[in-house]
């Protein structure tokens, strides 16, 4: 498919089905509830040495049962534009579960390659250890300076160690935004090899994946995922936008965010699809 007919065909493809929609809806609200909830209680109960923790953990478990739920029915939308079938997926309750859990791995493998990497610059020009030093001194001036000595405060960092942590702030910066744009691109190959196998090992083939973007076209895959983010990030900043203007409207992201979950799978989907 053309680029444009990808996301023409993705926007239009959540409203094919609203009743399918509101459940999805209706799950998300619930499982943020029970999580929030279930956070709740968990940490009173422990403070009061109650057993509420108990209702808590519960509820808090619940609440992540129903999110992998949720998000194992977005791999099924995944699955429903790589198959070009028209219909918007029935739920799956065992099934969208075990998906969902197997989705999270997926998702834990692709990002702590990068986080590893990260962690690994950070260490080599030293980040942390200088950023400990220019808290240290920041601190220890703090305490020696009267209350309204903030120039006195930031002066008591010498100019050499804050040009090393602005150094090594930059090169961890720029290795990590590289690394995480990268990763997730290939990863969005790794989840749509997921929905179209079924298979975590597939799933997580980090070299296949990212020799999928290169078989659908490296061209089309960026300007897919980038449209993709675009409109997701420009309909949110209206909603927000409009929310200072107008009160209660953010109520509008109930509905609109689970909309955009659906077409951003959707329209992954159909990306693949080119080579599925």
Known sequence: MEIMEIIKEAMIFPSTDLAKLAIYIVLAIVAGLL???GFILF????ANNSLIF??????????LI??????????SIIKSGIEHDEKVPEFN???NLITGIKYLVVNIVYFIIPAIVILIVAWATNLFGVAYTV??????????????ATVAVADAVPQ?????????LMITGIVAFIFLILFSFIQTM???????????GEAVNIPEAFRDIGRIGYGKVIVVVILIFVIIAVINAIINGLNGYLNGIAILSIIVSPYLVFFAARATGLLYSDIA
């Open 35 to 37: 999580v929030t909830f």
């Open 43 to 46: 940490g009173v109960g422990l």
């Open 54 to 63: 108990i209702l808590g953990l519960i509820l808090f478990v619940v609440g």
């Open 66 to 75: 129903v999110g992998f739920i949720i998000m194992g029915y977005q791999i």
């Open 93 to 95: 309750w065992k099934g």
């Open 135 to 148: 808290v240290n001194k920041m601190m220890m001036a703090s305490m020696s300076a009267p209350a309204n």
């Open 160 to 168: 050499t160690i804050l040009l090393t942590f602005g150094t090594a």
């Open 190 to 200: 790794g989840k749509s090899r997921l929905a179209k196998t079924e298979s975590i």
